[in-house]
């Protein structure tokens, strides 16, 4: 279907810009980052025209991408701006520990950039600074004297490039180990799980432009106005075209209710209506939901028999759990109605085409695994895979980290996905010229528990910060403290570096990605490998690249195998990478700004050729969760908002008004429980207790939802799902509070009051 060149129906406001109505200011934005970049505006503007987006995963060349041609610029990116732009740190501030662990996280980020290696020892008060060849002398000496399984190494997403990945996952592998892991696995690695059971790839199926001229666009558990702004843009184009947005969540998230796109004058100017229909569950509900709608499917008929008999398998097997699923369960797992789940299947039925997305709603579950196999098998009753507009698409949150498990920097499987065994270690060994270890390694959380239990001598990590994305912080702060040394290699200072030690703390300076000598690449949600050049500008102190560092300690470690572990610039690693991973053999040809490519193509699975070992998708059933919440209990999610991971945050989320301390609660609840706006309530779990005050919100009743990561108190850290993910959710008691002053704070609005389904919120 053709755009419609101005279309009044899906105004928001005859209001300009929106005025008098919640949502995020782009402009003033772009005015804030112009002020705090003001002494190294030039460099700010190479890095945004020429360099990668190091912000979340969409994929840009520059302030241009491959979906729309349009400016491709959003809040996020201009957030992360600082961090590429700051100067040094005055290295004499970190003499004194106690003084810097008074300061927030956004305090410590602004005192400036890693310049130098700085040692701390126990009993010391701060750190001094050392020569690299000591600090890299003093950790190859800790490894020596240790063994492999008492090692972890950890890489964040944070603006992480495939090189770094790559060449670090190949020197700890010459180390002696596969205890190596990035955050890749604490977001999607259930998604990376289940598409690979199911469908034979790891990857989303489709392109961003796919969503444009779809039928239906389903979002589960994923908040694309907050986390890829820009992929609101596409939004407005495929309402433009005629699609339909579903959302399927345990919040009414505003964002994806009403959005105005700042580069699109009528969007700008009027606001736009996405989402066509809002589908409330319980947190943990979503195979309740999905289950109950492929149930309407089948016993209607509403599938597509031709598809499901010529290309999938196990579609019988499904059918019979499915029947026997009372509707009773389904909707007391799924905290939604019989007619609920009927309307969404009518959705699905009436689409031709449809793309399915999600995010940590889904994936961060102790469930997780059956999260995402509900939606695969939901997708495949009709085909939505491996064809235009349609498609399967876990959506990333960060630019580094969809090529983290491609690129092998994974506990559990090499370059390529391929798994940890000992006839494809035998074939690394062979292509790499060293022994590669056959066995796995140990995951982020069970590097956490390892060390807890005295069990890890050296811990290297590369960015992150256990502190705030771990639940458990209690449990989190212990077991760091008995790890005898520790490595934080990053740009800024972090709060977990600061943590006592047995033995010493070790700061690194790293490189950004636009700092790195000879460029490197990026991979984007849709499998886009892109080019991002070296740009131009100041360097900090002695700061080095992450994969030059771990690769120079595993030759001190390792010094017979110094041959072989020897990359002269990033186009050798890129040549080394294309030789190890055949989905990336085009990757040396990557050499200057542009230079992209798409492994796969638009479409993996294209024509229902399924990379399987019977060339079929793969249905599997999975038991809806029994959400056992006691009587005067409450479910409690963890939420982002005006944030990108740890290190960027909001004091205020421009989408609902919600402070950083608001706890999120529904008209109903907060009416039940005497409960105004603004007033002092605490959360208390197995794990710990929180403090806020309270928001009255379009949440599900009996749910409850807190910012991340300061909501982590009251998460355990023995929930998890099997592929390593935490359950970043709770079962906690609520107790008001006398307040000392009342602290109101704005209701959630809508434009329109007559048509408001949160009416009852006034």
Not at 60 to 68: A, F, H, I, Y
Not at 350 to 361: N, P, R
Request: aromatic share 8%; with cysteine; proline share 6%.
């Amino acid at each position: 279907m053709r755009e419609k060149r101005i279309d009044p129906s899906l105004w928001v406001s005859t209001k300009p810009f929106g005025l008098g109505e919640r949502h995020p200011n782009s402009y003033l934005e772009i005015w804030r980052a112009i002020g705090e970049n003001r002494d190294q505006l030039r460099y700010a503007w190479q890095i945004l025209n020429h360099g990668v987006c190091d912000g979340c995963s969409l994929g840009t060349s520059g302030m241009r991408d491959w979906t729309l041609d349009e400016i491709h610029l959003c809040n996020v990116r201009l957030r992360l701006l600082r961090l590429n732009t700051m100067p040094a740190l005055d290295v004499a501030a970190l003499g004194d520990v106690a003084a810097l662990s008074e300061l927030a996280g956004e305090e410590l980020r602004r005192l400036g950039r890693l310049p130098y290696p700085m040692l701390r020892r126990a009993g010391e008060r701060g750190f001094s600074r050392v020569r690299w060849d000591e600090a890299l002398d003093l950790v190859a000496e800790r490894i020596r004297s240790s063994s492999p399984e008492r090692l972890g190494f950890y890489l964040t997403s944070r603006g992480q490039p495939n090189e770094n990945y790559y060449a670090a996952q190949k020197a700890v592998r010459a180390i002696g180990t596969n205890s190596i892991d990035n955050a890749a696995r604490v977001c999607h690695s259930p998604s990376t799980f289940g598409l690979k059971q199911a469908l034979g790839v790891a990857a989303t199926t489709c392109s961003y432009r796919d969503w444009i001229g779809s039928d239906l666009v389903v979002f589960i558990g994923s908040n694309v106005a907050a986390n890829q702004p820009v992929a609101m843009k596409y939004l407005y184009h495929a309402k433009k075209a005629g699609t339909k947005v579903a959302v399927i969540n345990s919040f009414r998230e505003p964002g994806m209710e009403r959005y105005w796109v700042p580069s699109n004058a009528e969007s700008a100017l009027f606001g736009t209506k996405i989402a066509d229909r809002f589908f409330l569950v319980d947190v943990g509900g979503d195979v309740g939901f999905l289950n109950g709608t492929l149930k309407h499917m089948i016993e209607n008929g509403w599938f597509d028999a031709r598809f499901i008999e010529g290309h999938t398998a196990s579609f019988e097997e499904l059918r019979a759990a499915i029947a026997e699923q009372p509707w009773e369960l389904l909707e007391r797992s799924s905290g939604s109605s019989r007619g609920e789940m009927l309307e969404f299947a009518r959705m699905l039925t009436e689409a031709d085409t449809a793309v399915f997305v999600w995010s940590m709603g889904i994936t961060q579950h102790e469930r997780g695994e059956d999260n995402v196999q509900a939606i695969i098998n939901l997708a495949l009753t009709k085909g939505f895979v491996g064809r235009e507009r349609c498609g399967l698409m876990p959506i990333r949150g960060h630019s580094g980290v969809q090529g983290g498990a491609e690129m092998g920097a994974y506990s559990t499987s090499f370059p390529g996905g391929l798994a940890v065994n000992e006839d494809n270690a035998r074939h690394f060994s062979e292509l790499w010229g060293f022994d590669v270890p056959a066995t796995k390694g140990l995951t982020a959380l069970e590097m956490l528990d390892a060390a807890a239990r005295d069990e890890l001598d050296l811990a290297f990590f590369c960015g992150g910060n256990f502190l705030e994305v771990m639940p458990d912080p209690s449990y989190t702060r212990a077991a760091l403290d008995r790890i005898s040394l520790r490595v934080h290699m990053d740009i800024v200072l972090s709060s977990q570096m600061l943590l006592g030690t047995r033995g010493a703390v070790l700061l690194l300076p790293a490189m950004t990605r636009y700092e790195i000598p000879g460029g490197v690449t990026e991979t984007s949600t849709e499998r886009r490998v892109i080019f991002s050049p070296e740009i131009p500008g100041p360097r900090i102190g002695e700061a080095r690249p992450e994969w030059e560092v771990l690769i120079e300690l595993a030759r001190r470690v390792r010094p017979e195998l110094a041959d072989v572990l020897r990359f002269e610039d990033t186009a050798a690693i890129r040549e080394d990478i294309a030789r190890a991973i055949p989905s990336y053999a085009l990757i040396g040809q990557l050499r200057r700004e542009g230079d992209q490519f798409q492994y796969g193509g638009p479409h993996l699975c294209w024509g229902w050729r399924f990379p399987t070992p019977d060339g079929k998708a793969h249905f599997s059933p999975v038991e809806p969760a029994e959400n056992e919440v006691p009587e005067g209990k409450f479910l409690v999610a963890t939420r982002r908002g005006k944030q990108f991971n740890s290190m960027v945050q909001g004091a205020r989320d421009d989408h609902t008004g919600a402070n950083r301390d608001a706890i999120l609660i529904c008209a109903e609840d907060a009416t039940a429980l005497g409960i105004r706006e603004g007033d002092p309530v605490s959360l208390t779990s197995d794990a710990g207790e929180y403090r806020g005050h309270a928001l009255v919100a379009p949440v599900k009743p009996g749910t409850l939802q807190v910012h991340w990561p300061e909501g982590e108190v009251l998460i355990d850290h023995v929930h998890r799902a099997s592929a390593g993910v935490p359950d970043y959710n709770a079962i906690v008691t609520l107790t008001t509070e006398t307040p000392t002053r009342h602290r109101p704070e704005p209701r959630l609005k809508r434009p329109d009051k007559e048509a408001s389904p949160w009416r009852s919120l006034r």
